[in-house]
């Protein structure tokens, strides 16, 4: 299987940027989503329990104005694919969405769009915003384009949660990915989350941000890291307020 | 094995006809039939696992949950009788383990140290398409599934494939992928969830399981639901005993 995610990730550093901030990363990381997946418009907007809300980066004007809508309407494939945890893939806007989202689909429509396809940014109960996909054209995505969006959608969730105030950024490559780990056992990650959560007396986010931070730092990958929580020789400490 | 009693296995299909008639909750019900399918075929254990958007497998759930088995499928996101099933959409059956080095060098040794015999695979699917596996772990020799057994196991199998395909129907013009992304999501919850559980009470995390699923059942609730829960109410876990 080719490694997807490493191409994505040479795409989205191939993108002219400033370098440096969150915006200017995940605006990088739309613009090279409107590429790979054949999209005329890509959006990132974040959403957490704790009732943050607004349109992070996307890649270009109308793009934008259809993730703005979507605040300003409250209602949206954004607002579905967050609250169902699940992605909201519509095809064709003139079916079904018109009355889904009776305001926003034929706004959205008007504008020249066709098809939206949206990717809730999660792990688990850790929840971070929405992807969003728009085509102006009618019609599913390929088998390799929705895999590429879940891919983008994994790209963006680690951005968000490794470039958040108070991280260092991370150093440029490859993530201690869990998942590239040849042995290593994500059942083993997601459950060090929940220890790690209860540790330092903050969100399951918190924790996940937490144990990559420590990983990046001691240059260890999160299997060995979550190895060693679940194991008890590794604990971390509540944050001081 | 023998050949399969006709009285089990219809009481089990009349259970799973009883279950998808309402509303319910995909992994409970996975693991519902995880447990039967042990029960009926006597083996030692058996999981399932399901194909995410990018191709890979991943654990959703089974009629045992230690730390043990759950490597032992997260080994077949590389190789194995899941992924052989998967690829090929064919029954795997009657392996025997000791003799299966050469076909999966990580796998099978790992499979004979944690004391299994035999192995099975059955695929899951869904009309054209191939969604996941149905793994069966024995500890007896291989070579004991006769001839008759082989399409009642697949039987079980193309339930839990119509199972996703149920949920699918209540919500409809929705494609098969909300419905596997979602389910897969809310297996990381329920590991967040064992994380916390298990040290927030000091129990191991097969414990904590325990715990969850016991309580989701006393109270009749839905595991994914009280996962949830336990996760994002983190300051009080509910009372687990």
Known sequence: MPDRAGVIRGLIAAQPAPTGGLVEHLSSVCRAAVQALSASGTGISVLTGDGTRGVYATSDPLSERMEELQFVLGEGPCFDAFDRRRPVLITDLAGEAMTRWPVYAPEAYANGVRAVFAFPLQIGAARLGVLDVFRDRAGSLSGHHLADALCFADVTVEALLDRQKGNAAPPDGPAPDGMTDAIGNRAQLFQAQGMVMIQIRGSITDAVARIRAYAYADNRSLGEVARDIVAGDLRFEADRP | ?241
Not at chain 2, 65 to 76: A, D, I, T, W, Y
Request: charged letters at 25%; proline letters at 3%; a negative charge.
């Open chain 2, 1 to 241: 094995m023998t050949t399969v009693s006709a009285q089990r296995l219809a009481s089990i299909f009349v259970e799973v006809a009883d279950t998808l008639v309402e509303e319910f909750d995909l992994i409970d019900f996975l693991h519902m039939l995880t447990d039967r399918t042990a029960d009926l075929v006597g083996a030692a254990a058996v999981g399932l696992m399901l194909a995410d958007g990018r191709g890979s497998l991943e654990f959703m759930a089974g009629s045992d949950e230690n730390v043990k088995l759950l490597e032992l499928f997260q080994l077949q996101t590389r190789e194995g009788p899941c992924l052989e099933a998967y690829r090929t959409g064919q029954p795997v059956v009657n392996v025997d383990l000791s003799a299966a080095t050469a076909r999966w060098p990580r796998f099978a040794p790992r499979a004979t140290a944690s004391g299994f015999e035999s192995v099975h695979a059955f695929p899951l699917r869904l009309r054209a398409q191939v969604i996941g596996a149905l793994n069966v772990f024995g500890d007896t020799k291989g070579g004991d599934f006769t001839g008759d057994d082989v399409p009642i196991v697949q039987s079980l199998a193309d339930v839990a494939a119509i199972a996703l395909l149920q949920e699918r129907a209540l919500r409809r013009g929705e494609a098969l992928t909300d419905q596997l992304q979602g389910a897969l999501n809310s297996r990381i919850v329920i590991e967040q969830a064992k994380g916390a559980v298990a040290y927030a009470r000091g129990v191991s995390v097969d414990e904590a399981f325990t715990r969850i699923r016991g309580y989701a059942r006393k109270h009749n609730r839905k595991l994914t639901e009280v996962a949830q829960a336990i996760v994002n109410d983190r300051t009080t876990p509910p009372e687990l005993h």
